[in-house]
């Protein structure tokens, strides 16, 4: 089986970053082109350090990664310290990043990229606010054809809103972004707040990534205990959600994963529910279906999985 090409658009993010561990792992399946910063959980300066601190924990210091856009396409900036810590990346001691950031502008690389690739064979993996993606799909309307799939971490619908009572924070932050992408036309597959609020990182989990003893499961393990005090304060569950990893896990092992093709909106004029995605699960608009909506996985086996690569990386 040939690895698929991905390219990653990332805001990290103790959450992003065990998905990019996650996908470097995962060669047989995943082969990761570049790595895409934007400004989300916190400022871009950070995203993009941060990307370098995980691709040099996980020996990767050759991966490409280009600096985006460092605010939403119409709205200012919206950041979660609260959630990540002041550098995004609190939790671990982790050494600053040497490898180089690229100089080309990661709308331009993914712009040319998909223009260079043979069309239909790249899929993009958002797992913060989808501001390149949409920036890239205004510059370029063609590349939207050349697309693989879109397999991003965002929204919500049973599980509602975790920085508004209606809204999920990649899509809050970028409303109009969100608009555009669910708009394009390009196959989606959606891993929102219903599916991820069950990849919960429990005691036993966290532990088990401690027990690699490696740098990366010594790393990892200490990214949860600094993130999961924000949920487990927040809803008082048994650990802290694991987002974006759903995302690379879904690419690795879809079969672990349920949802249905639906039809899902952006809302972007309302102050009260902006970047609400207006999920129509049950079907009752004619409304076309434009994304597949995950609703369930199978979280002992997603974290057997995780785990079991993530002991890959020593
Ligand atoms: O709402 C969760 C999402 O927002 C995750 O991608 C997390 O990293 C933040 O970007
Ligand atoms: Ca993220």
Same mark, same amino acid.
């Given at each position: 089986?040939?690895?698929?090409?991905?390219?990653?658009?990332? !805001?990290?993010?103790?959450?992003?970053?065990?998905? @990019?561990?996650?996908?470097?792992?995962?060669?047989?399946?995943?082969?990761?082109?570049?790595?895409?910063?934007?400004?989300?959980?916190?400022?871009?300066?950070?995203?993009?350090?941060?990307?370098?601190?995980?691709?040099?924990?996980?020996?990767?210091?050759?991966?490409?990664?280009?600096?985006? $856009?460092?605010?939403?396409?119409?709205?200012?900036?919206?950041? =979660?310290?609260?959630?990540?810590?002041?550098?995004?990346? %609190?939790?671990?001691?982790?050494?600053?990043?040497?490898?180089?950031?690229?100089?080309?502008?990661?709308?331009?690389?993914? @712009?040319? *990229?998909?223009?260079?690739?043979?069309?239909? *064979?790249?899929?993009?993996?958002?797992?913060?606010?989808? *501001?390149?993606? =949409?920036?890239?799909?205004?510059?370029?309307?063609?590349?939207?054809?050349? @697309?693989?799939? @879109?397999?991003?971490?965002?929204?919500?619908?049973?599980?509602?809103?975790?920085?508004?009572?209606?809204?999920?924070?990649?899509?809050?932050?970028?409303?109009?972004?969100?608009?555009?992408?669910?708009?394009?036309?390009?196959?989606?597959?959606?891993?929102?707040?219903?599916?991820?609020?069950?990849?919960?990182?429990?005691?036993?989990?966290? !532990?088990?990534?401690?027990?690699?003893?490696?740098?990366?499961?010594?790393?990892?393990?200490?990214?949860?205990?600094?993130?999961?005090?924000?949920?487990?304060?927040?809803?008082?569950?048994?650990?802290?959600?694991?987002? !974006?990893? $759903?995302?690379?896990?879904?690419?690795?092992?879809?079969?672990?994963?349920?949802?249905?093709?639906?039809?899902?909106?952006?809302?972007?004029?309302?102050?009260?529910?902006?970047?609400?995605?207006?999920? %129509?699960?049950?079907?009752?608009?004619?409304?076309?279906?434009?994304?597949?909506?995950?609703?369930?996985?199978?979280? !002992?086996?997603?974290?057997?999985?995780?785990? %079991?690569?993530?002991?890959?990386?020593?």
């Amino acid at each position: 089986m040939t690895a698929r090409k991905i390219i990653i658009d990332t !805001d990290p993010g103790q959450d992003d970053a065990v998905a @990019i561990l996650l996908a470097l792992a995962s060669p047989e399946e995943l082969e990761v082109l570049g790595i895409t910063c934007v400004a989300g959980n916190v400022p871009l300066d950070l995203t993009t350090r941060n990307a370098r601190i995980v691709c040099e924990l996980a020996n990767r210091p050759d991966m490409k990664i280009f600096a985006g $856009c460092d605010r939403p396409l119409g709205r200012d900036l919206v950041t =979660a310290e609260h959630v990540h810590g002041k550098t995004g990346l %609190d939790g671990p001691v982790l050494p600053e990043p040497t490898m180089p950031l690229q100089d080309q502008h990661a709308v331009d690389y993914l @712009i040319e *990229t998909l223009r260079a690739e043979p069309s239909g *064979t790249v899929t993009l993996c958002p797992l913060g606010p989808l *501001t390149n993606i =949409a920036a890239a799909l205004q510059r370029a309307p063609e590349i939207a054809g050349k @697309i693989e799939q @879109i397999v991003l971490m965002g929204g919500a619908y049973f599980e509602v809103g975790n920085i508004t009572p209606t809204a999920e924070f990649n899509i809050y932050v970028d409303p109009e972004a969100a608009r555009i992408v669910f708009g394009s036309g390009v196959p989606i597959v959606v891993l929102p707040l219903d599916a991820t609020h069950k990849a919960l990182v429990t005691t036993p989990r966290n !532990d088990a990534f401690r027990a690699l003893g490696t740098p990366v499961g010594t790393a990892v393990a200490a990214m949860t205990d600094f993130f999961e005090r924000f949920d487990l304060a927040k809803y008082g569950s048994e650990g802290a959600p694991l987002h !974006d990893p $759903c995302v690379t896990a879904y690419l690795i092992a879809p079969h672990l994963f349920s949802g249905r093709h639906i039809n899902v909106e952006i809302e972007c004029d309302s102050a009260l529910c902006r970047g609400m995605t207006v999920a %129509d699960w049950w079907g009752v608009t004619d409304r076309k279906p434009n994304a597949l909506f995950i609703g369930d996985l199978d979280a !002992d086996h997603f974290f057997a999985l995780l785990t %079991d690569r993530l002991a890959r990386l020593r």
